[in-house]
């Protein structure tokens, strides 16, 4: 019994060192989305009232892992590079900045809001695809809809798909790459709104 007890010792020794061993690898790289703020936004609010919402992903970008292809059919999650904040949050305050920019209007709101607020326009973005290959590009695949100041019918329902190239292999080059791809999106749905207003 005794030398079992001591095997048995030994083994959980050795699974606890393992578990240890696993606990103090590097904390990961955090990632943020970008969009340039531009200074002809600051001030008194003026402009259009625009509210960017609801925007859904799937779940298997609802995460905060970084996620890559490594196929057509596989996914990679990367445990060492990850969001800083929820994808969904940062993708909504990115398309919401360039739209300010892009309208000249600092009356652009992240849906929902706790404050009501009487809008122009409203966009809602269904989002079946955005990730990329390291190395390579970023991939945006988005339907949006866009609606007046009555939500019930919508003005326009599209679709955009966008590709941005990589500068080199890094997950740093591969965040940028999809950022420009929010401002595409961006682009076409501050031009819609400006061919309604």
């Known amino acids: 019994m ?15 060192m393992i578990t ?14 970008h969009a340039t703020t531009s200074e002809s936004i600051a001030g008194v609010e ?9 925007i859904e992903l799937p779940a298997h970008l609802n995460r905060s892992q970084i996620v890559t292809r ?7 999650l990367s445990e060492s590079h990850q969001w800083a904040e929820p994808l969904k949050d940062s993708v909504s305050r990115v398309i919401a900045v360039n739209l300010s920019n892009k309208l000249k209007s600092n009356r652009v709101y992240v849906i929902p ?12 973005i269904d989002i079946a695809r955005f990730d990329g290959r390291l190395g390579e590009a970023a ?3 988005a339907r949006w809809t866009l ?5 019930r019918e919508p003005l326009l329902s599209k679709v955009t798909i966008v590709y941005e190239k990589t500068r080199d292999g890094s997950y ?6 999809s950022s420009r791809t929010l401002e595409v999106l961006s682009m076409e749905i501050a031009e819609a709104i400006n061919a309604r207003r």
């Open 147 to 151: 609606y007046g100041k009555d939500t």
């Open 70 to 76: 490594t196929s057509d059919y596989q996914l990679d």
């Open 46 to 54: 003026h402009g259009i009232a625009v509210g960017v919402g609801p």
């Open 172 to 177: 740093d080059a591969l965040v940028g790459a």
């Open 20 to 33: 240890a061993g696993c606990a103090k690898g590097p904390p990961p790289d955090f990632y943020v989305l």
């Open 113 to 124: 809001r706790r404050q009501k607020v009487s809008l122009n326009f409203q966009v809602s």
């Open 2 to 16: 005794r030398g079992k007890s001591r095997s048995a010792f030994f083994v959980l020794l050795a699974a606890l």
């Open 139 to 141: 991939t945006l695949d």
